[in-house]
C-alpha cells in the first residue's frame, strides 16, 4: 500500500521560513518523480515545484522559484520543500505527490501524478 505523509506545516508570519516534508512508503521511491502542489479555498489544486527520481532539474512555479526548494533523500524516501520569503498568499493546503510519467513529458498538473498525500496547512498570517 503507497503512502505518502505530509508535515511540517503550521502558521507563520510574512517573510518566514518552514520546511515542509513528505515521507513515502510502500513503493521504491527512487523510482518515482515527486512534486508538490498547494490547493487554497476555493481554488484549483496548484503546481508547485517538481523534481526528478534522481534529485535533479528541478522545476517552479513561477512565482515560487528563488523562494522555494525542492530536495529529496532517496536513502530515507523523502521528498522536502524548504520555502522562504513567505507571503500570505502562499497560504494552502500542501499536498506531495509521486509519479512515474516520463520526466520530459510530465506536466505541471495532478492529473499526471499517481499518488498523493493527505496534505498539510500553511497559514502566512500577521
Known amino acids: 500500500q503507497v503512502e505518502l505523509v505530509e508535515s511540517g506545516g503550521g502558521l507563520v508570519q510574512p517573510g518566514g521560513s518552514l520546511r515542509l516534508s513528505c515521507a513515502a512508503s510502500?513503493?521504491?521511491?527512487?523510482?518515482?518523480?515527486a512534486g508538490w502542489f498547494r490547493q487554497a479555498p476555493g481554488k484549483e489544486r496548484e503546481f508547485v515545484a517538481a523534481?526528478?527520481?534522481?534529485?535533479?532539474?528541478?522545476r517552479y512555479l513561477d512565482s515560487v522559484r528563488g523562494r522555494f526548494t525542492i530536495s529529496r533523500d532517496n536513502a530515507k524516501n523523502m521528498v522536502h520543500l524548504q520555502m522562504s520569503s513567505l507571503k500570505p498568499e502562499d497560504t494552502a493546503v500542501y499536498f506531495c505527490?509521486?509519479?512515474?510519467?516520463?520526466?520530459?513529458?510530465?506536466?505541471?498538473?495532478?492529473?499526471?501524478?499517481?499518488?498523493w498525500g493527505q496534505g498539510t496547512q500553511l497559514t502566512v498570517s500577521s
Open positions: 505527490a509521486a509519479t512515474n510519467t516520463v520526466w520530459s513529458a510530465l506536466r505541471p498538473v495532478p492529473d499526471d501524478y499517481d499518488y
Open positions: 523534481i526528478n527520481r534522481s534529485g535533479g532539474t528541478p
Open positions: 510502500g513503493l521504491t521511491f527512487r523510482s518515482w518523480h
